[in-house]
């Protein structure tokens, strides 16, 4: 199924081209996190995709992992059911080099170096802009493979609320409530969600809380000031024991390991942009974090058994990162744009249990951008930055970008080049029994370059972009004599390089073809190993068909195939493919009745067909998993 499912849509495309019926002009997105200034994607040398608000609402994803799945060269592994650990990769970058905003805030962990994708709830998200490819120039450490920023909805227009409710198998619940608006010179929005399951285990339960907020005022000269707050609360039972490596295909049940997750972001931005020739921003954000594991004693289980020691290790780790930032943007007609910015950033962590230590770190950084426009056909980028870091002192980051738009063939050239690097975590330094102090940041350069096309009056969108990452410096883990027996060190080095394929066609107005292939050869060169959990090749489709005006259906496919683990002696294991498929549709009961804009029935089946297979080996997916639901509209 795999292997058919590129052709499967292809030939669904040329079947269904000669019903091509009026035309019609997608029109581009406009990208905030690829230069920090709103610009067309068109004029965008990186590789950019955006999941909108609209997307959130016709595919009802219950989750933001859910939502990322169809961006081309990104690898989403959810370790079990809902709620679980969740991580991303981008073009063979580890979760560890894959920079995560929310509003521009970083909310990666400063201990284990990620971001947890199951702590961020799907409320009140505008879109979420996918940077692929490296962007420390902008970002500073661990935006090797590229930024993930998601971006809170601003209130619009007279006040407007929502009421969502869903129930399904696995004894899921859903809900949900909106509110926004905008008077005068003020915009709200304002969103709180509960999202509950109970897995397919014993001790698989998960229960997910979240409050999401955004205030905003309109200023004069073309001023504005925006504050937002994200709050989510998530608490997993953890049923998957460790007793041996690698993790058997059918885990041993633990009955009472349990994490709890609090989560809470802030962020107050500024724009102004008084004369023609000069606007700034200014951020300031927090983000902080409390995670608790509760390991008790297994009756029956002993320490021979355990692969670590102590047997049992609860913990209760605590991080905050603040940081501020500040731009000015200066315009030399509408061919020219400079950028300068400063940055401060401060961490720390503090964890208590089997394992303490105490850590913090202060980072300054200043960068440069400069952004030509010519002829309103040629757009060049290039930057660099210097980032201080008081525990791994300086490194310093350049990228260039090109795009060159050729309108009478809708045609469109793009390439960059960039250096970045990945900063030791808290846990990497400081973690007793396997840290190094003196460890160094990783380090890697990364080009893509790559050709979209648009036919059929912007009807048919195409694109083929080729991508290289080299990584060096790598922090690995030896072994030792001594408990934990394992000790960091930068001995890594390692490539990936592959290909990108896009489409998407308006087969009618009311239908939508879209299909993605992702390429990706990885080595890890100190070993010759493939880098683990990397699929080489990837698929991802999507069939949105709306038949009548009160109907929306869409289908989606993800398939990978095999990927390497290295937890399975000198030659490790593999982790076997799969291919899931989801159908959903939204159907309009009630139009405009009384104080009620519209009710509508939803729906979202995923894996569809049953399949048995884990995103990460040990930790079993679940089968069919079906949200049925009303959403009220007022």
């Given at each position: 199924?795999?292997?058919?499912?590129g052709?499967?849509?292809?030939?669904?495309?040329?079947?269904?081209?000669?019903a091509l019926?009026?035309?019609?002009?997608?029109?581009e997105?406009v990208v905030?996190?690829a230069?920090?200034?709103e610009?067309?994607?068109?004029?965008?040398?990186?590789?950019?995709?955006?999941?909108?608000?609209?997307?959130?609402?016709?595919y009802?994803?219950?989750?933001?992992?859910e939502?990322?799945?169809?961006?081309?060269?990104v690898e989403?592994?959810?370790?079990?059911?809902?709620?679980?650990?969740t991580s991303?990769?981008?073009r063979?970058?580890?979760?560890?080099?894959?920079?995560?905003?929310?509003?521009?805030v970083?909310?990666?962990?400063?201990?284990?170096?990620?971001a947890?994708?199951?702590?961020?709830?799907?409320?009140?998200?505008?879109?979420?802009?996918v940077?692929?490819?490296?962007?420390?120039?902008?970002?500073?450490?661990?935006?090797?493979g590229?930024?993930?920023?998601?971006?809170?909805?601003?209130?619009?227009?007279?006040?407007?609320?929502?009421v969502e409710?869903?129930?399904g198998?696995y004894?899921t619940?859903?809900?949900?409530?909106?509110v926004?608006g905008?008077?005068?010179f003020f915009d709200?929005a304002l969103?709180?969600s509960?999202l509950?399951?109970?897995?397919?285990?014993?001790n698989?339960n998960?229960?997910?809380?979240?409050?999401?907020?955004?205030l905003?005022a309109?200023?004069?000269?073309d001023?504005?000031?925006?504050?937002?707050l994200?709050w989510n609360?998530?608490?997993t039972?953890?049923?998957v024991?460790f007793?041996?490596?690698p993790l058997p295909?059918?885990?041993?049940?633990?009955?009472n390991?349990?994490n709890?997750?609090?989560?809470?972001?802030?962020?107050?931005?500024?724009?102004?942009?008084?004369?023609?020739?000069w606007?700034?921003d200014?951020?300031?954000?927090l983000?902080?974090?409390?995670?608790?594991?509760?390991?008790?004693?297994?009756?029956?289980?002993?320490c021979?058994?355990a692969?670590?020691?102590?047997c049992?290790?609860?913990?209760?780790?605590?991080?905050a990162?603040r940081?501020?930032e500040?731009?000015?943007?200066?315009?030399?007609?509408?061919?020219?744009t400079s950028?300068?910015g400063?940055?401060?950033?401060?961490?720390?962590a503090?964890?208590?249990?089997?394992f303490p230590?105490?850590?913090?770190s202060?980072?300054?950084?200043?960068?440069?951008?400069?952004t030509?426009r010519?002829?309103?056909r040629?757009?060049?980028?290039?930057?660099?930055?210097?980032?201080?870091?008081s525990?791994f002192g300086?490194?310093?980051?350049e990228?260039?970008?090109?795009?060159?738009?050729?309108k009478e063939w809708?045609?469109?050239?793009?390439?960059?080049?960039g250096s970045g690097?990945?900063a030791?975590?808290?846990?990497?330094?400081?973690?007793?029994?396997?840290?190094?102090?003196?460890?160094?940041p990783?380090h890697?350069?990364?080009?893509?370059f790559?050709?979209?096309?648009?036919?059929?009056n912007d009807r048919?969108r195409?694109?083929l972009t080729?991508?290289?990452?080299e990584?060096?410096?790598?922090?690995?883990f030896?072994?030792?004599?001594?408990a934990?027996f394992v000790?960091?060190?930068?001995?890594?080095?390692a490539?990936s390089?592959?290909?990108?394929f896009?489409?998407?066609?308006?087969?009618t107005d009311t239908?939508?073809l879209?299909?993605?292939?992702?390429?990706?050869?990885t080595?890890?060169?100190?070993?010759?190993?493939?880098?683990?959990?990397e699929?080489?090749h990837?698929?991802?489709?999507?069939?949105?068909?709306?038949?009548?005006?009160?109907?929306?259906?869409f289908?989606?496919?993800?398939?990978?195939?095999?990927?390497?683990?290295?937890t399975?002696?000198?030659s490790?294991?593999?982790?076997?493919?799969?291919?899931?498929?989801?159908?959903?549709?939204?159907?309009r009961?009630l139009?405009?009745y009384a104080?009620?804009k519209a009710?509508?029935?939803t729906?979202?089946?995923?894996?569809?067909?049953?399949?048995?297979?884990?995103?990460?080996?040990?930790?079993p997916?679940?089968?069919?998993?079906?949200l049925?639901?009303?959403?009220?509209?007022?």
């Open positions: 199924m795999v292997r058919n499912l052709v499967t849509l292809v030939l669904l495309t040329l079947g269904a081209a000669p019926a009026q035309d019609t002009k997608k029109l997105p905030v996190t230069t920090k200034l610009t067309p994607a068109d004029q965008l040398g990186a590789s950019v995709t955006v999941v909108t608000g609209e997307d959130f609402q016709t009802h994803y219950p989750t933001v992992d939502a990322l799945r169809q961006v081309p060269g989403i592994r959810r370790s079990g059911s809902l709620g679980k650990t991303i990769t981008i063979g970058a580890n979760s560890n080099q894959v920079q995560v905003l929310i509003d521009g970083r909310v990666k962990s400063p201990t284990l170096g990620e947890e994708l199951s702590d961020f709830a799907p409320d009140l998200i505008e879109r979420i802009e940077i692929r490819g490296p962007q420390s120039t902008l970002y500073g450490a661990d935006a090797i590229g930024v993930v920023n998601i971006i809170t909805k601003k209130g619009k227009g007279p006040f407007a609320a929502t409710q869903e129930v198998n004894d619940l859903r809900s949900r409530g909106t926004s905008a008077w005068q709200y969103a709180a509960h509950e399951s109970n897995g397919q285990f014993q698989d998960s229960t997910q809380n979240a409050v999401s907020l955004r905003g309109t200023l004069p000269a001023s504005s000031v925006a504050f937002t994200r609360e998530t608490n039972g953890l049923p024991k007793l041996t490596v295909r059918d885990p041993i049940i633990d009955h390991n349990e709890l997750s609090d989560t809470l972001i802030l962020s107050l931005a500024g724009h102004t942009h008084p004369v023609s020739w606007e700034s200014a951020r300031v954000g983000y902080h974090n409390t995670n608790i594991f509760i390991d008790l004693p297994d009756f029956g289980f002993g021979p058994s692969p670590f020691f102590p049992e290790f609860p913990s209760r780790i605590t991080v990162r940081e501020a500040w731009l000015n943007h200066f315009h030399f007609g509408k061919w020219s950028t300068f400063l940055e401060l950033r401060h961490e720390e503090n964890s208590q249990g089997a230590f105490a850590a913090d202060d980072t300054r950084s200043g960068f440069f951008q400069q030509f010519f002829f309103d040629l757009f060049m980028s290039g930057g660099v930055r210097v980032e201080d870091n525990r300086r490194s310093t980051t990228r260039g970008s090109l795009s060159y738009v050729v809708g045609t469109r050239i793009h390439g960059g080049a690097f990945r030791p975590t808290f846990n990497d330094l400081f973690f007793p029994g396997f840290s190094d102090r003196t460890l160094k990783e890697s350069f990364s080009y893509d790559g050709v979209d096309q648009r036919l059929w048919v195409l694109g080729y991508f290289q990452n990584f060096r410096d790598l922090i690995s030896v072994f030792t004599t001594t934990p000790r960091g060190v930068n001995i890594g080095r490539r390089a592959g290909i990108e896009t489409s998407e066609v308006d087969v239908l939508t879209a299909m993605n292939y992702t390429y990706t050869d080595e890890n060169l100190a070993i010759n190993q493939l880098l683990p959990r699929p080489r990837r698929w991802n489709g999507t069939v949105t068909w709306r038949p009548i005006p009160r109907l929306t259906l289908t989606q496919v993800n398939a990978v195939t095999e990927q390497f683990e290295p399975g002696g000198a490790g294991v593999y982790n076997s493919g799969h291919t899931r498929i989801d159908v959903g549709g939204t159907y009961l139009n405009r104080i009620l009710l509508d029935l729906a979202r089946v995923q894996n569809v067909l049953n399949e048995s297979y884990a995103e990460v080996r040990g930790f997916a679940l089968g069919v998993q079906a049925v639901g009303l959403r009220a509209s007022f």
